[in-house]
Every structure is written in structure tokens, then in C-alpha cells.
């Protein structure tokens, strides 16, 4: 505005009390910019010191309260970082399917077993900092593949997924991410190494069924190459071409080939386990698959010692062997430890079986301790479940009358081998048996080799008619009357034969490091650490397998586009982790899948 040109609306007098927030106040009304008077008097100087003073200190006071905000925030990170900053390394470890009530079990029984008073502690018990929360996207009651979902990814996703969001996509895990950044990488487990939970740290197909297609994205098939350096596990039934003796592939490809192809040492017995020595002989990468479908429970376990290797004696291997791999690296390595089989033993619902495994899984989070103790490489190791399984109580009422307080871990004690074991054992026999003529078995025959079976493999001198009935009548659903027969000797309950909402227990072997998962959170908050302790980027691996993945999609029979992941669930479709038994281990995996229809599972 030309000076002159005064403003049409207001005329303000030009006196020495103008101020310089009349004339704000002037081109606020008028809209226009107001102009200064040239001849400025003391008292707008005054006003413009006074302005400015006022300017610079709500400028100094908001710097101040940016800084100390900043402060904060750091103080913050640095408190859920507390991670070295140089190298360190990441022990991860899942106890598939243990709730709370399993720890109770398992530390009565060994107070029982071993004569310990009661306030004998299991290891585990000593390094408890807090609770996780499990529910997925889908149900309030999650499965492996959502709750693996929620370590890897740290994000949440629906019953079935693994390592893909509720939209489909991919979503980059902390293993992924750890080997970008330099890391070695390393996976240890008892059941199939194709199974949920390692599966969703290396692979991303839409439905965990998907195991054949997982094993060939674990040995590298994978958009970002090959992510894994050990794997030590079971599950070699889906790395075997089909046709061939052990094999439970659909398709003839042979993925221990595939991984020898792309680098993998591979080894498959005992023998080749021994020769690792603990891994001071270890050769990354390696393979190592023990069984065809699982590693046997530990309590059958200890008495095939020199067939399969032991949870505990992997685990000392893998920390052995990326200790000594990255011993000149800057980057140290992240390892996953699943005692998979604690969820097993919860779906039979077999108490002995399970407070077993709980022990083996005891046993080596104890050997992971030493291993950190003595590393000089800084390290932390935390210790979740992915959710319960089996609905466990430490009690069980029999009778109508009102139920004394007490369960017998003796009775647990008294058994020496699974109810899988002794079910298969059972089938075993009937399918050696002529089943027509003179020499076909009596009733009384049969009566004789369970009483013999209960009193061998359960301690149980006791079978009511009824329970025997069961056995004779019923050979294809022994396997949960065995558990049931346990169950109820001990007086431990169970309210499902599936997994439960309970939260589960979160362990460290560093509480003060491990700090940010003190209390109780969600489980997608230990994903958010894994990655955050080791300070890597999942959301770029997200981005890259977005984008490589598209190369990776293929054909189908039918010309149609096939996702790299795998086709989609539909509605309704049952995502089981059972299902594998079907297609295994021949009759009896298909005595295992028959239950269902018989005992209305
Ligand atoms: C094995 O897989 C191939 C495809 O790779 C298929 O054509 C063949 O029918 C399969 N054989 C058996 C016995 O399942
Ligand atoms: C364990 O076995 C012993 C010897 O057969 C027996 O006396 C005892 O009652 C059993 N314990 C339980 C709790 O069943
Ligand atoms: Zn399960």
C-alpha cells in the first residue's frame, strides 16, 4: 500500500501510542500488509524491544523444551536400546506351546524326581521378567504361525500366516534384516525346521501348510538369496523328493540337492551330528535335518540317544558354531532356539511327555546362559511363548464329590515313555498280527499286551475295565487314552486339545538389557525388540521383498499368475499344524488324523 492511500474501513489516529499491534490489528481487518511509519518514536522502539525480548525468550524457552524433550527421548531409547554399540549378539528362544501352568508341572515333578525341596526352582524360574500377550488378528486364541509372526515381523497377522500381513503382503523379519546388516544367522528346533515358527523367520507364504514350498525359500529360493546359515532341526520328509523313502513332497523336486547347490553343508544322522563336535567343526552354511518328521519327545528321546541329537546339544552347537564364524566379524549373530515340541505334548495331552520337554527346554536355556556368560561378545537371549497349548491346570477333578486339593506327580514320574510312543507301539503290534485264522489274537491276548504296554510305558498297574475297553474297542484313538489314562492318575487337567489365550511368560537372560519387555505386552512388542536390540531395518527388507518378490511369482498349470508365497486360504478353511500327520508316516499318521472323526475333536 502506497503511504496515502489510507486504509478504507479504519482510520486509526497516528499518535505515539500506535503500536505495532494496532497495525497487525489493522491489516487483519483490512487485509491488507500494514506499512511502517518511517518517523518512529522511543515508545514503539521500546515496544519493538519489548517484542523482540518477548520473541527471543519464547524462542529460547521453546528450544529449550525441543532439547529437553529430545533428551527425554533419547534417555528413552536408550533405555528400550540397551544393546552395546558395537557388536553383539541375539539368542532368541520359543517355548512353543508352554503356558504358565507348565512351568508348575515341570517343577513339582522335578522336586518329586529328584527328592529337591519345595523351594527348588527350575532355571527358567530364576530369569522370568514379564508376560506377553497372544491373540492375532484373526482369533483371540493364536496359532504358531500368527504368533511367530508377531517375533519376526513384529507385526500381527491372522492364524495361518507366515511372515505375511492380514493384506497378503510380505513383511521383513529380523532375521532377514539381520543378515542385510552383516549378521550371521542361525535356527535350532526338534519338529520340522518347515514348521511355523522357524518358517516365519526365513520364509513368507500365505498358509503355513505351505511346507514343501517353505523348505525351497529356507535354502535360498528366496528373493533376498539365502538368509539362513544353520539350521539344525527335523522335518527332512519335505526336503526329499517324492517317491523316495521318507519323503513328504507332493513334487519330485530333491531340496537337499537344491541346498547343496546353493552352498549348504548337509547333514542327516547322528553321525554326522557327532561330527560337528559342539560345533567346533561346523562349516556354514549348514543343514542338518535328524528326522523325517520329529525329533522324538525327550522322554522317549533319552532312550534313542544315539539316533537323534538332543534340544539341548543343538543348542550348544549353533552358539558354538556362530560364535566362531563371526569371531572376526563387527557383526556378531542372531540365532532362534524353539523347544517346538512342549507344544506337542500339549496338544496330546500328555503331562508326562510335556514336563519332559519343559525340562530339555530348561536344560538348554541354561546352556544358552553359560554360552553368554563366557562369550566376550556382548549378548542378550530372551525367552517367550508363542501361546499355550492344552488349556493346562495343575489339577483335576475326577469325582462328584468335592475334589481334594492335590495332583500326583508321581505318576508322571512312573511313566517312561509318551502316549505317541505307546500308541505307536500299540499299532505296531495289531499290524503284525494275522488278522483271520487259528492264529489271530483273543481278546484276552490283546488284554495281556496293553496290561504289559500300561505297566511298561506308563507305571499304570491299574486300567479300570472301561479304560481297557477303550484301548481294545478303540486301537485309533489310543494315542489320547494313553494321555487321558496319565492325565488322570496325575489329576492334571485339560480343556482343549488345542491352544489356549493365556498370556505366556516372557524370560531373560539379562533382565536390565531386556528392560523394555518388563510387564506385561503384546507380542508383537518382543519383535519390535529383537529388531530394535539389534539395531536393524525391518521396513526395508519389507520394501525389497516387495519388490523382488514379483520376480519370483510364477505360472501356474493353468496360465494363471501364482504368488511366490503360495495360494490364499479360503473361508473356512482349516489351518491345522496337525495336518502334516496325514500325509506322513503312512497308517499311522493316518490312525493320528482319524481321531478327529472318531473322538469328535
Ligand atoms: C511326483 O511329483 C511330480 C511332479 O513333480 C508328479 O508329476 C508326480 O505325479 C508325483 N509322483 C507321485 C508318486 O506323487
Ligand atoms: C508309581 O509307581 C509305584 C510303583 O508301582 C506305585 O506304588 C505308585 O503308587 C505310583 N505312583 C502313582 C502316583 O501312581
Ligand atoms: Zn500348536
Not at 162 to 186: F, N, R, W
Amino acid at each position: 500500500m502506497v503511504r496515502g492511500e489510507e486504509p478504507l474501513l479504519v482510520q486509526r489516529p497516528s499518535s505515539e501510542h500506535s503500536s505495532i499491534a494496532a497495525e497487525e490489528e489493522e491489516a487483519l481487518l483490512t487485509g491488507e500488509r500494514t506499512t511502517r511509519n518511517p518517523k518512529y518514536g522511543r515508545a514503539f522502539w521500546r515496544e519493538v524491544g519489548l517484542f523482540a525480548w518477548a520473541t527471543i525468550a519464547t524462542a529460547g524457552i521453546i528450544i529449550l523444551a525441543v532439547v529437553y524433550q529430545k533428551q527425554q527421548q533419547t534417555a528413552r531409547r536408550h533405555d528400550d536400546t540397551p544393546g552395546p554399540s558395537g557388536k553383539r549378539n541375539l539368542i532368541f528362544m520359543v517355548s512353543d506351546g508352554m503356558g504358565p501352568t507348565s512351568l508348575s508341572l515341570t517343577r513339582s515333578f522335578r522336586q518329586h524326581e529328584h527328592g529337591l525341596p519345595w523351594e527348588d526352582k527350575l532355571v527358567l524360574d530364576g530369569h522370568l521378567i514379564g508376560q506377553s500377550r497372544t491373540r492375532s488378528t484373526s482369533s483371540l486364541v493364536t496359532d504358531s504361525a500368527a504368533g511367530a509372526t508377531a517375533f519376526s515381523c513384529g507385526m500381527k497377522s491372522y492364524n495361518g500366516a507366515i511372515s505375511v500381513l492380514p493384506d497378503h503382503s510380505p513383511c521383513g523379519t529380523v532375521l532377514e534384516a539381520a543378515k542385510k546388516a552383516g549378521y550371521m544367522t542361525g535356527l535350532v528346533v526338534t519338529t520340522r525346521i518347515t514348521d511355523a515358527t522357524p518358517a516365519c523367520f526365513a520364509a513368507h507364504v500365505n498358509r503355513r501348510e505351505e511346507e514343501d514350498r517353505i523348505a525351497e525359500q529356507m535354502v535360498g529360493y528366496h528373493p533376498l538369496g539365502r538368509v539362513v546359515d544353520l539350521m539344525l532341526g527335523a522335518g527332512r520328509c519335505h526336503f526329499l523328493p517324492n517317491g523316495t523313502r521318507g519323503s513328504c513332497r507332493a513334487d519330485g523336486k530333491d531340496v537337499v540337492t537344491m541346498a547343496k547347490e546353493n552352498g549348504f553343508n548337509y547333514v542327516d544322522s547322528r553321525a554326522g551330528f557327532d561330527g560337528l563336535k559342539l560345533g567346533s567343526a561346523v562349516e556354514l552354511p549348514l543343514l542338518g535335518l535328524f528326522a523325517d518328521q520329529d525329533i522324538p519327545f525327550e522322554i522317549d528321546r533319552r532312550f534313542e540317544d544315539e539316533t537323534y541329537p538332543a534340544l539341548d546339544e543343538m543348542a550348544k552347537t549353533a552358539t558354538k558354531a556362530l560364535a566362531e564364524a563371526t569371531r572376526d566379524s563387527d557383526k556378531g549373530f542372531f540365532l532362534m532356539i524353539e523347544g517346538s515340541r512342549i507344544d506337542h505334548a500339549g496338544h496330546a495331552n500328555d503331562p508326562a511327555a510335556q514336563v519332559h520337554e519343559v525340562l530339555a527346554y530348561d536344560k538348554a536355556f541354561s546352556s544358552v546362559l553359560e554360552f553368554l556368560e563366557k562369550d566376550s561378545v556382548p549378548g542378550v537371549m530372551v525367552s517367550t511363548s508363542d501361546h499355550e497349548t492344552g488349556g493346562l491346570s495343575a489339577a483335576k477333578q475326577l469325582h462328584t464329590t468335592y475334589p481334594d486339593y492335590l495332583w500326583y506327580p508321581g505318576a508322571l514320574a512312573n511313566a517312561s515313555h509318551s502316549s505317541e510312543h505307546l500308541a505307536r507301539q500299540y499299532f505296531t503290534h495289531l499290524r503284525s498280527l494275522p488278522q483271520h485264522g487259528a492264529h489271530s489274537p483273543t481278546s484276552d491276548d490283546l488284554r495281556a499286551y496293553l496290561t504289559d504296554l500300561l505297566a511298561t510305558g506308563l507305571g499304570v498297574h491299574d486300567a479300570t475295565s472301561e479304560e481297557m475297553q477303550i484301548l481294545l474297542g478303540h486301537p485309533e484313538i489310543s494315542f489320547f487314552t494313553f494321555a487321558d489314562i496319565i492325565s488322570r492318575r496325575s489329576q492334571t487337567g485339560w480343556s482343549t486339545h488345542g491352544h489356549s489365550a493365556v498370556d505366556v511368560n516372557i524370560y531373560a537372560s539379562d533382565a536390565r538389557a531386556a528392560k523394555a519387555l518388563a510387564g506385561n505386552h503384546e507380542n508383537t512388542e518382543v519383535g519390535e525388540f529383537l529388531a530394535r536390540w539389534l539395531d536393524v531395518d525391518v521396513g526395508a527388507v519389507t520394501k525389497e521383498l516387495r519388490e523382488k518378490g514379483v520376480a519370483f511369482d510364477t505360472v501356474g498349470k493353468g496360465g494363471e499368475a501364482e504368488s511366490w508365497m503360495g495360494r490364499i486360504a479360503e473361508e473356512g478353511e482349516r489351518l491345522d499344524g496337525w495336518d502334516h500327520l496325514d500325509h506322513a508316516e503312512g497308517d499311522f499318521g493316518k490312525m493320528m488324523h482319524r481321531r478327529c472323526s472318531v473322538c469328535g475333536i
